[in-house]
């Protein structure tokens, strides 16, 4: 008799092992996830900060251009001038750096879009891009501010 039930006891010790396993797994799985979600987000936070800085650079190339006001640009204020193949001559120099900086933006963030204010010699650079299908929340924005 005794030889019986040690036999039952041992697939009940394997049916339990298998089940701890696969929580294990499960668990495994999950953490995968939220590691690739968090690498994305830090992606794309590390994209909107270069891209503040890029358009600082592009300021201070021009500042002529900033304290005349010609970089003010709204969240979702149309662009004078946007060149292309057909009237790249067309555009002045701020012209050209709003209109790659906005195409830099929407190609390298989702639903990426910003904006430029001045306070007096105080610059804001605001980057704001759609979060949503990396599971935060919808819009995320980063804002730079800088003296010129």
């Excluded at 041992?10 to 939220?34: C, D, K, R, T, Y």
């Excluded at 970089?71 to 709003?98: A, H, I, M, W």
């Amino acid at each position: 008799m005794r030889g019986m039930l040690q036999k039952g006891f041992s697939l009940v010790e394997i049916l339990v092992s298998v089940l701890i396993f696969s929580i294990g797994l499960l668990g495994l799985a999950a953490m995968q996830l939220n590691a690739l979600k968090f690498n994305q987000g830090a992606s794309e936070r590390s994209h909107a900060v270069f891209l503040a800085y890029e358009m600082a650079d592009r300021m201070r190339a021009g500042r002529g251009d900033v304290a005349a006001g010609f970089y003010d640009l709204s969240l979702d204020g149309e662009l004078s001038c946007v060149p292309d193949s057909t009237n790249s001559g067309g555009c002045k120099p701020f012209q050209r750096d709003l209109a790659e900086w906005r195409a830099n933006l929407s190609a390298q963030l989702t639903n990426g879009t910003g904006s430029i204010s001045r306070n007096g010699g105080q610059v804001t650079i605001t980057v704001q891009w759609d979060e949503s299908r990396v599971g935060d929340s919808e819009t995320q924005q980063f804002s730079f501010v800088t003296r010129m």
